[in-house]
């Protein structure tokens, strides 16, 4: 308890009054009143493709109006959901930022525990190219237990009638997606710049980010991104930027631990992680640049084994640049 009250103290002298612990302050999900008429649930904060203790994988819930749409779904969110008061049927749609496993790995396991829950409406999962083969990819993965269960589950429909993927070739930003309670625009962010990917089968590789207008607010999600002027665009005059970070001295001293240790050049890995990512001033200048009025932290970059990070000092280096409220995400805090 005392070094939590000096943590707490080191945020205040550090400016950081407006700074929350979302997962300190979360009601268990058992115990939670019914939704807001809006709300944002970091499902997972963990960031990179790193089985983690504390950090669910990458995952944000969005509810508003009465839908429920995801932002990218990792490993691990069927739990997280549930976990949150949130059927896995009630979902109506689901958001892609990008194709790395860490953001889709829980497609499988959501396919099947959803389809077994008695899925009945469709969903669709969009995102960037190859979306559409990662669904239809997956849903031939599960065929053999699809069959098996069958026998026992006479009443369900097919799985390939129920979920479905979409591509969207974005290269300019744009609307995508519009319903009764949300529209959706798209910017391509600069989280590929350096890795000169060939095109596959679907097409460009691509990674986004996604602005969600609703009546009353804008809710902004990087997804995985570096620097980007798209992406400040994006998140002009929004309520909440949900933003990345990483802890980058702390990811570079691994990386070279590793090239020292296998021999193997770590440089193309350690330019990804520079240039692709945003450190916590990167993540300052984008916020106040855009005038968004509340920074949520997630996505939490840190070396494999070492889940801690210096919470003052990346306050410090945002402070530099925005004097918004900040929140450091915690898996299952609640907007």
Known sequence: MQSKLKFLAGLLLLGGAGVASLGAETVPASAQQAPAASRVVLLGTGGGPIARIGRSQPANLLQVGGKTYLIDIGDGTPRQLVRAGVPLN????????????????GIMGFLALDWQARRREP?????????????MDTLRALG???AIFRPQLPDLPA???????????????????????????????????????????HGVNRSYSYRFD????????????????????????????VSEIID????????????????VDQQPLIDHMVQEHLTPENVGRMAAAAGVK?????????????????SAAMLAAIRKHFSGRVVFGEDLGAI
């Open 144 to 146: 053999s237990g699809e």
């Open 214 to 241: 609703m009546a009353d607010r804008v809710v902004v999600f990087t997804g995985d991104t570096g620097p980007s002027v798209a992406v400040e665009q994006l998140a002009r005059g929004a309520d909440v930027l």
């Open 159 to 201: 799985m390939a009638s129920v979920f479905f993927g979409k591509d969207w070739d974005v290269t300019t930003p744009r609307e995508v997606y519009r319903d009764g309670a949300v529209t959706v625009r798209a910017v391509e962010n600069s989280h590929y710049g350096t890795m000169h990917l060939d095109p596959g089968e």
């Open 294 to 310: 509340t920074l949520v932290l997630t996505h939490f970059a840190t070396p494999p084994g070492k889940e801690d990070f210096d």
């Open 248 to 263: 980058i001295d702390a990811i570079i001293a691994g990386l070279k631990r590793r090239q020292q240790a296998t021999g």
């Open 123 to 135: 969903v669709h999962f969009y995102g960037p190219p190859g979306t559409r083969a990662l669904v």
């Open 90 to 105: 009630a979902v109506d749609a689901v958001f892609l930022t990008h194709l790395h496993f860490d953001h889709t790995a």
